[in-house]
């Protein structure tokens, strides 16, 4: 066993014992990397005490209200928990559910299968948590966060507050993104081990429906989840090469951010991009296809998005008709043919972003029949392909491609092959989320998508230049709008603004449990806030907007 001496730490300089208050954990309990252990009082201080090590707790040599002095060990924890994963696969072990890939849709189904008692193996052949967790939305949302930062302290001269910014570090920015993904996805082997979860590290095959072999070991299965997940799409004349023209795993990798960037794709990875360099001081232009930035978002929405990112002085091109990237010497060379006429624009770096395709190969899909469609592959209600027993999540299995959507495609799945007949999942009723700035989520149709369906309904939409709380906290930009049927029930909502990602939460709620606009109109929202806005968009869209 990996064990690890905890010792009393000093609290400060002439601080020589301490005494442990409080054990957080018991012996026999599973404590993750920077848990709270225990709680320590001195006669200057009380402080709560992380764990420095992710494992189990084997033993404590100290009891609550002993004094201990600096230095000495107080307790021990196994950290083999979180040893590499594949160590302890037995070969020939029969397994109730074999799950392929342990993204947020992988992992999170093989927990739920093991909750409902089934026995899981889980095979990876890179990193526990996917692309979400080591190179997706956990160290792009932290590049946000540094971005934003920046934004406010721009803003902080109009709030009285007179400050310069000196400089600004982007490889640091970069840095710390990378950390803050290795932090996180640290806890997933410790979910793994929590849930009595075999782990296997390799490439895995099915070799038919009840036996997938890794690591040069068989594996006897009675169900296979596939959540291989997805990668990159390429089109002639837009293929990576990992250097001058790169996608979002190379663009996370920056150590050094470039003076300019083409973007290809005003999608969320490339609108999300876009704005975390612009902040940085890097020269970004965004060419998209479609007539606006994000183009999937309903068109008031994107049209807003363009005003912010003028403002912003991020440069973009939409509506063009063709565009291919080269490499030429030290430069990556997009051709863009707009309006008839082709022109070339010269970049430090490009980011291809135009969409994802799934992980089909080298699984052994074939091997066993398993359908496919355009790229991914083909399921049922309850994510089973066309052979029985085996399932299909997340990405692998097609829109939308979202991490949230595969973690309760995982649960479903699970469920499905414990017998529980569980819920199908409404995918209209799936949140987007965009986390540039402002944010934008938006749940249900886009207006042009009722328009097109003749589908009666009525708009409401309030800006929050008109809310309080967003006046006074300088966060002025956006918009809600609803668009209610005429029943009262709730066909789709967008919101553009200041904690969009989360205020979208109460019409997702809201729709999943059927909800009239009565209902919101009888929910007593707090003041001041941004959420009181969704109760007021309600209302406008019945002409009964008290505030707008």
């Known amino acids: 066993m990996a064990k690890h001496e905890i010792i009393m730490p000093q609290m400060g300089e002439s601080i020589t014992t301490g005494t442990i208050t409080t054990w957080r954990k018991k ?12 709680d320590i009082s001195t006669d200057k201080v009380e402080s709560e005490i992380p764990s420095p ?29 979180n040893a590499s994963i594949g160590e302890s696969a037995v070969e020939g072990s029969d397994f109730d559910v074999a799950v392929i890939g342990g993204g947020p849709g992988g992992y999170v189904a093989a927990i739920r299968a093991s909750q409902l008692g089934k026995k899981v193996v889980l095979f990876e052949k890179d990193k526990l948590g996917g692309v979400c967790l080591n190179r997706g939305c956990i160290p792009t949302k932290a590049l946000l966060k540094s971005a934003h930062a920046v934004a406010e302290l721009k803003e902080m ?8 910014i000196k400089s600004l570090d982007g490889a640091k920015a970069v840095k710390r993104a990378a950390q803050v993904s290795a932090r996180i996805a640290k806890g997933v082997p410790f979910l793994m081990k929590k849930n009595g979860i075999e782990v296997v590290a390799g490439d895995a095959i099915i070799q038919d429906k009840n036996i997938v072999s890794c690591a040069d070991k068989n594996f006897k299965v009675e169900n296979i989840i596939i959540a291989t997940g997805a990668h990159y799409k390429t089109f002639p004349g837009l293929e990576h090469d990992g250097d001058r023209l790169m996608g979002s795993t190379e663009a996370l990798a920056l150590s050094e951010l470039p003076e300019s960037i083409g973007i290809v794709g005003a999608g969320a990875i490339g609108m999300e991009f876009a704005y975390f360099w612009n902040a940085f001081g890097v020269n970004v232009h965004i060419f998209e296809l479609q007539p606006h930035l994000l183009p999937l978002e309903d068109d008031e ?8 990112y003028k403002k912003l002085k991020i440069n973009y091109s939409v509506g063009i008709e063709k565009v291919s990237a080269s490499v030429s010497g030290d430069k990556a060379v997009l051709a863009v043919t707009e309006n008839g006429s082709e022109q070339n624009f010269e970049f430090d770096k490009v980011l291809i972003a135009v969409g994802m395709t799934g992980n089909l190969d080298g699984c052994g899909l074939e091997n066993i029949g398993v359908e496919t469609d355009r790229g991914f592959i083909n399921v049922s209600d309850t994510y089973e392909t066309n052979i029985r027993g085996v399932y299909a999540i997340g990405d692998v299995a097609g829109a939308p491609l979202l991490a949230h959507a595969a973690s309760h495609e995982g649960v479903i799945a699970a469920e499905s092959i414990a017998g529980q007949n569980p819920h199908p999942l409404d995918k209209m009723n799936i949140a987007g989320c ?7 989520a938006s749940v249900g149709y886009r207006e042009r998508e009722l328009k097109e369906k003749n589908i009666t309904y009525k708009v409401g939409k309030v800006p929050f230049m008109a809310n309080g709380k967003a006046i006074a906290a300088n966060e002025k930009s956006g918009f809600i709008k609803v668009l209610m049927g005429e029943h009262g029930e709730m066909l789709g909502a967008h919101i553009v603004g200041e904690q969009a990602t989360e205020l979208i ?22 003041h001041p806030t941004l959420g009181e806005f969704l109760s007021e968009a309600v209302m406008a869209a019945s002409g009964r907007s008290i505030n707008v």
């Open 301 to 308: 929405v994107s049209v807003e998005i363009e005003k912010a």
């Open 505 to 526: 939460f109460e019409y997702v709620l809201f729709r999943a449990m059927e909800g009239i606009d009565e209902e919101i109109f009888h929910t007593v929202h707090p």
């Open 53 to 81: 090590h992710a494992g189990l707790l084997v033993s404590l040599l100290f009891v609550e209200g002993d004094v201990v002095d600096v230095g000495k060990v107080i307790a021990i924890i196994d950290s083999d928990v």
């Open 157 to 164: 001269k109009n709030l009285g507050i007179n400050i310069e």
């Open 434 to 440: 965009t986390y540039c700035y402002p944010q934008v």
């Open 27 to 38: 012996v026999g309990e599973l404590v993750a990397e920077d848990e709270t252990l225990l």
